[in-house]
């Protein structure tokens, strides 16, 4: 069926690294612009970037600016996100999802939503 | 930056009774407007896009209305599995911009 199944969440000391993935079945990864999305704990969602079906269009929040870097490999169907410089702040499950309709329709609805992956940043 | 405001915060409704959700945008986002429902431990679930055409699978007691500014969620009879965070979002193309509201947590009374 049509999923996407995050990893690579983990506990970090802040200023290090982490890479997160997210791995793709079901659809024509290739098709779809995808986002990551996180979501603090107790608190709301916040967008954080995106990345075009074709890896040529890549948008960043001003809060992970810099610091993340997002990427695609379609002949795995796979997504990351290269988490640098990591602060407390960025605490918080990390989500990828799809969005809706495809091609170059990069911001829409999110209709497939991963499971999540859990960050923590602390010393 | 978009700003997505939800109001109430909390609307406690008892079951059967009809619920009624609003998100109000700062500037207008015509119907570039998503509802999603997110239960603990889990990922959010799409409701509702483009404002009021309904996702795959959702029931129909779930609808959407708005455009612009001004958007509604209702949830016609509300079953026990509605019980939720719902949470609205805007989307625009170009230039790129995606933001959610701070949710609505809705309650049984």
């Known amino acids: 069926q049509v999923q996407l199944v995050e990893s690579g969440g983990g506990v970090v000391q802040p200023g290090r690294s982490l890479r997160l993935s997210c791995a793709a079945s079901g659809f024509t990864f290739s098709s779809y612009t995808l986002h990551w999305v996180r979501q603090a704990p107790g608190k709301g969602l916040e967008w954080v970037s995106f990345i075009s079906y074709d890896g040529s269009n890549k948008y960043y929040a001003d809060s992970v600016k810099g610091r993340f870097t997002i990427s695609r490999d379609n002949s795995k169907n796979t997504l990351y996100l290269q988490l640098n410089s990591l602060r407390a702040e960025d605490t918080a499950v990390y989500y990828c999802?799809?969005?809706?309709?495809?091609?170059?329709?990069?911001?829409?609805?999110?209709?497939?939503w991963g499971q999540g992956t859990m960050v923590t940043v602390s010393s | 930056e978009i700003v997505m405001t939800q109001s109430p915060a909390t609307l406690s409704v008892s079951p059967g009774e009809r619920a009624t959700l609003s998100c109000r945008a700062s500037q207008s986002v015509s119907s570039n407007l998503a509802w999603y429902q997110q239960k603990p431990g889990q990922a959010p679930r799409l409701l509702i896009y483009s404002a009021s055409a309904r996702a795959t699978g959702i029931p129909a007691r779930f609808s959407g209305s708005g455009s612009g500014t001004e958007f509604t969620l209702t949830i016609s009879s509300l079953q026990s599995e509605d019980f939720a965070v719902y949470y609205c979002q805007q989307y625009n193309n170009w230039p790129p911009s995606i933001t959610f509201g701070q949710g609505t947590r809705l309650e049984i009374k």
């Open positions: 999802a799809r969005a809706r309709s495809g091609g170059s329709n990069y911001c829409d609805a999110f209709d497939i």
